[in-house]
């Protein structure tokens, strides 16, 4: 089998980045915004705002049962074994993923057009 990625490597823009860290973090709370990802991501979003000539930030909104994460760490299982989000067995909750990916991407939007 041989693998290809065709999307280059997401790399956010470190400013704006530190910027919506902090906001997302004054909003939702201590220890909700985490900084890193598990694995390299590669995405074909970054492709639409290098053409544009902008700057971008990918995140992603936690969508999983917390207690099926933390069985998955508990029983040494790669995180890898929850669906991510191109997968049929995907299934975020319901509450409050919808709500709260809302809230970011306003918060995101807003603090750039507003310049705060």
């Keep these: 089998m041989t693998i290809s990625v065709r999307a280059p490597l997401t790399t956010n823009h470190p400013g704006l980045s530190k910027k919506l860290k902090d906001i997302f973090g004054g909003f939702f709370g201590p220890g909700k915004v985490l900084e890193y990802l598990p694995r390299r991501l590669c995405e074909d979003f970054s492709r639409l705002a290098t053409a544009a000539n902008a700057l971008y930030v990918f995140w992603f ?7 099926a994460v933390r069985r998955a760490r508990e029983e040494d299982r790669s995180l890898d074994a929850i669906p991510i989000n191109h997968s049929p067995f995907n299934a975020p909750l319901i509450h409050p993923t919808p709500e709260t990916a809302v809230h970011a991407l306003s918060l995101a939007a807003l603090s750039v057009l507003l310049g705060t």
Excluded: P, R
């Design 61 to 67: 909104v936690g969508k999983e049962d917390l207690k």
